[in-house]
């Protein structure tokens, strides 16, 4: 079973940075990816970004180009998401997934419980 585990949520201010963690119990043979997403109060849940296993080929939503960065340490099965620039309407839980290669909360198979992130103005 694939258990996913975010970190490093939290309240920043308008400006700000944080470091969100992602680690996989395990990834399976059909995860050939670990994605981002966001969901804020009333709306969605969002693309952010994700990452490939192999060649480590990324994806960003417009919304977070520039600001947003993910990396990996495949090999440790850890994803990572660095956010600069934080706005408040930055502010959603963010989870973690692990699935197919997509922009496509739908190709994720595997979630995480997801992780706070609050930006005050």
């Known amino acids: 079973q694939v258990l996913l585990l975010e970190s490093g949520g939290g309240l920043v201010q308008a400006g700000g940075s944080l470091r969100l963690s992602c680690v996989a119990s395990v990834l399976t043979f059909s995860c050939n990816a670990m994605g981002w997403f966001r969901q804020a109060p009333g709306k969605e849940r969002e693309f952010l970004t994700t990452?490939?296993?192999?060649?480590?080929?990324?994806n960003y939503a417009d919304s977070v180009k520039g600001r947003f960065t993910i990396s990996s340490d495949y090999a440790k099965n850890t994803v990572y998401l660095k956010m600069n620039s934080l706005k408040p309407e930055d502010t959603a839980v963010y989870y973690c997934?692990?699935?197919?290669?997509?922009?496509?909360?739908?190709?994720?198979?595997?979630w995480g419980q997801g992780t706070q992130v609050t930006v005050s103005s």
């Open positions: 990452i490939s296993r192999i060649g480590g080929i990324t």
């Open positions: 997934a692990a699935g197919s290669y997509s922009r496509s909360a739908g190709m994720y198979a595997y």
